[in-house]
């Protein structure tokens, strides 16, 4: 059998040169050769590696990265220099830091398309609209960038990407394409001045994280029950049903009283169809064009405008309700390496690598996106700036944020502010062992280096609601639990090197789209029956309102919402995956009770204190009246004090205070009195006036 070779360039001067099936050689002879010269190449070393024998060898000059060379043996025995360990040298990322526009300028009697890949060979693009087709071929112009002019007006043309980086050419999608037809299978030329226009600005806000309160919520679930054309669509949130309780949509989210709706994925992912709509489920975590709205939630995803006018209503109409939006965005991972375009213009660059060259899996996705290097990084930013710039993107939620890098981090918040100054940006700060060192990670215990970003709190959603690593029992389940934690939690995570460094970081929730819902956890794993779930529900839920930190809720949450005790509903179908209005109809005492708890959260700033400092000064324990099972707390105003105090059980205890009484566990009131007697579990809220002079007695 003939031996096969294989031949990599890992620097600019040395190759490694692979042979199955042939025993190890001391006399080999390698040439390489660009058809016109041939060149004898020193052998530095050889061993075996795996099935292969393994010779590394040096060449003199430099190798030009975007010419094709083969190396050839002393038997004739050829293959093709392909790019290897190369382009993750710090030598190939200095040569080509490209800082200038890619995509496609589009005009109406021109337009360029840019494109980046420093190791190809040819690049070639095709044009099509009606019986209009040609091919045309790109030019490598600096720093990597390849382009062409087209002077004709574009407009609505299709376009396909070829790049030949090694012996054939692969067909791509361009990866900073705007629009697409259905499932992907082209790009379109965009005149973005045919855009719907918005409306209306982003709603006021004060910048600062504390005062914002979060909802989580899925397109498809809120809209997958609508009869009208709608279903499933952007458009479909901006749709009103009114049910005997209120009304649906988006109308009912701002009915909450939230500031903020964070999205689930609304950029163009895997895992779905996007005309037979019907047929596949997912939440979008499958990354394939980051610069296009998806077409599973477009009512015409083969129209080039129709994705992209139908999200910019949308948040128009989200405006329209006083409420910003926030995009959940996956930048750890692609989903599958062979259909993301950058593995094509540049293999080998894009993603983190182990020391024995496999791809890295922290992601549990197969790949991790090697943010750390420069246009990957620039990939990054530049998303998030089209996102906040062209649609008014008012925050960003990273996915896996632990495994992006800290430096594009706090890039891109440079960036964004000066798009949008009160710009909110939070993600999943988990320390997931990779190949990055872990001084570069923005995993939260090194929320120093990222000190305007908020993280999720496991440690909140675990003393409050148990960990489902372990299958156990929270606070909220009326379990004795450490009130030293409790208290740290309800104080922001940041006082005593707890956790955070300021009250901003923290993320405090106890469901999310991940995971059991609350009450199915309390059904599943605690074994609550139904009743015993919703009060565990409430008091986890009213703790999270009004807890220093930043408040984050998932849809139905408020009406204990159920996935049938599924714990990873990522791609189950609607039934277990919709928001159940009828629902929300049966349980509305306790959505009005969190509309309640939410309306006391804006109308105090002393449950929205954005510094340590703050907290450190103005919040006491009450010792008197702490247990396993109960906590109290004083909040100090300018005018008026607030007593704040959290149970888990039914037990009863007496306060004597001289105040009225402000919220009791279930809803909001207005009682003045001298002395409660507090039995209700849950969140029971007191304000006493500084004109009392009565003192507290607990």
């Known amino acids: 059998m003939k031996p096969k070779l294989y031949a990599f360039i890992d620097s600019y001067q040395i190759i490694s040169i692979l042979i199955e099936h042939e025993p190890l050689k001391r006399n080999k002879e390698f040439y390489i050769t660009d058809k016109k010269n041939k060149t004898r190449l020193e052998i530095l070393d050889c061993y075996d590696e795996y099935e292969f024998c393994k010779y590394v060898v040096k060449f003199?000059?430099?190798?030009?990265?975007?010419?094709?060379?083969?190396?050839?043996?002393?038997?004739?025995?050829?293959?093709?220099?392909?790019?290897?360990?190369?382009?993750?040298?710090?030598?190939?990322?200095?040569?080509?830091?490209?800082?200038?526009?890619?995509?496609?300028?589009?005009?109406?009697?021109?337009?360029?398309?840019?494109?980046?890949?420093?190791?190809?060979?040819?690049?070639?693009?095709?044009?099509?609209?009606?019986?209009?087709?040609?091919?045309?071929?790109?030019?490598?112009?600096?720093?990597?960038?390849?382009?062409?002019?087209?002077?004709?007006?574009?407009?609505?043309?299709g376009y396909i990407y070829y790049v030949r980086t090694f012996e054939k050419f692969s067909q791509i999608l361009d990866p900073y394409g705007i629009s697409s037809n259905a499932n992907a299978k082209f790009n379109y030329v965009i005149d973005k001045s045919k855009l719907y226009k918005m409306k209306y600005d982003r709603p006021p806000f004060s910048g600062i994280a504390t005062d914002s309160i979060i909802y989580e919520a899925s397109i498809k679930d809120f809209t997958c029950d609508l009869k009208s054309d709608l279903n499933g669509t952007f458009l479909g949130l901006l749709e009103n049903n009114e049910t005997k309780e209120g009304p649906t949509g988006i109308k009912y989210i701002k009915s909450l009283g939230v500031t903020h709706l964070q999205l689930l994925p609304t950029f163009d992912f895997e895992g779905v169809d996007d005309v037979k709509k019907e047929l596949k489920y997912n939440w979008g975590y499958n990354p394939l064009q980051y610069f296009v709205p998806c077409g599973w939630y477009s009512k015409n995803p083969d129209d080039p405008y129709s994705r992209l006018n139908e999200l910019l209503e949308m948040i128009d109409g989200i405006h329209k309700e006083g409420i910003r939006v926030v995009f959940d965005v996956v930048y750890n991972h692609v989903f599958k390496?062979?259909?993301?375009?950058?593995?094509?213009?540049?293999?080998?660059?894009?993603?983190?690598?182990?020391?024995?060259?496999?791809?890295?899996?922290?992601?549990?996705?197969?790949?991790?996106?090697?943010?750390?290097?420069?246009?990957?990084?620039?990939?990054?930013?530049?998303?998030?700036?089209?996102?906040?710039?062209?649609?008014?993107?008012?925050?960003?939620?990273?996915?896996?944020?632990?495994?992006?890098?800290?430096?594009?981090?706090?890039?891109?918040?440079?960036?964004?502010?000066?798009?949008?100054?009160?710009?909110?940006?939070?993600?999943?700060?988990?320390?997931?062992?990779?190949?990055?060192?872990?001084?570069?990670?923005?995993?939260?215990?090194?929320?120093?280096?990222?000190?305007?970003?908020?993280?999720?709190?496991?440690?909140?959603?675990?003393?409050?609601?148990?960990?489902?690593?372990?299958?156990?029992?929270?606070?909220?389940?009326?379990?004795?639990k450490n009130i030293y934690d409790l208290n740290n939690l309800i104080m922001g995570s940041c006082i005593n090197y707890y956790k955070f460094s300021e009250p901003t970081q923290t993320i405090n929730y106890v469901e999310c789209h991940d995971n059991l819902t609350f009450f199915d956890y309390a059904k599943n794993v605690v074994k609550f029956n139904d009743h015993d779930a919703m009060i565990a529900s409430k008091i986890a839920l009213s703790i999270v309102l009004i807890s220093q930190g930043v408040p984050f809720i998932h849809a139905g949450q408020e009406f204990f919402r159920t996935k049938k005790g599924d714990s990873n509903s990522y791609k189950s179908n609607k039934n277990i995956n919709r928001i159940d209005y009828s629902r929300r109809d049966l349980y509305i005492d306790n959505v009005n009770m969190v509309k309640e708890l939410i309306s006391i959260r804006k109308v105090y700033k002393e449950f929205r204190y954005s510094s340590s400092d703050d907290i450190e000064n103005k919040i006491h324990i009450l010792d008197g009246i702490i247990n396993g099972h109960r906590t109290g707390l004083v909040y100090e105003g300018d005018k008026y004090d607030l007593f704040v105090f959290v149970k888990n059980d039914i037990a009863p205890f007496e306060i004597k205070l001289s105040s009225t009484y402000i919220f009791n566990g279930e809803k909001r009131v207005e009682e003045k009195g001298r002395s409660f007697t507090i039995t209700t579990p849950g969140v029971h809220i007191f304000r006493k006036d500084k004109d009392y002079e009565d003192n507290w007695q607990g």
């Open 60 to 157: 003199i000059p430099s190798i030009n990265l975007n010419k094709d060379y083969y190396i050839v043996d002393e038997e004739g025995n050829k293959c093709h220099l392909q790019s290897g360990s190369i382009v993750r040298t710090k030598e190939f990322e200095d040569n080509f830091k490209y800082d200038g526009p890619l995509g496609v300028e589009y005009h109406n009697d021109y337009s360029i398309f840019r494109i980046w890949s420093p190791v190809a060979k040819e690049i070639k693009i095709k044009l099509f609209k009606g019986d209009n087709i040609r091919t045309l071929s790109l030019y490598p112009t600096e720093k990597g960038c390849w382009e062409i002019k087209v002077s004709e007006d574009l407009d609505s043309f």
């Open 337 to 480: 390496c062979e259909n993301f375009a950058c593995s094509e213009l540049v293999p080998g660059y894009f993603y983190r690598y182990e020391d024995d060259g496999r791809l890295s899996n922290a992601s549990g996705c197969g790949n991790v996106l090697a943010t750390e290097r420069y246009m990957v990084s620039k990939f990054v930013v530049d998303n998030l700036k089209y996102w906040a710039d062209l649609f008014k993107v008012s925050g960003f939620r990273f996915d896996l944020m632990g495994l992006l890098d800290i430096k594009t981090l706090n890039t891109a918040r440079l960036e964004l502010i000066k798009i949008e100054k009160n710009m909110i940006l939070y993600g999943e700060g988990w320390n997931m062992s990779n190949p990055l060192p872990d001084h570069d990670r923005p995993h939260m215990y090194n929320h120093g280096k990222l000190m305007r970003y908020g993280f999720f709190n496991d440690k909140f959603r675990d003393h409050i609601r148990g960990s489902e690593w372990n299958n156990t029992p929270g606070f909220a389940f009326k379990d004795e």
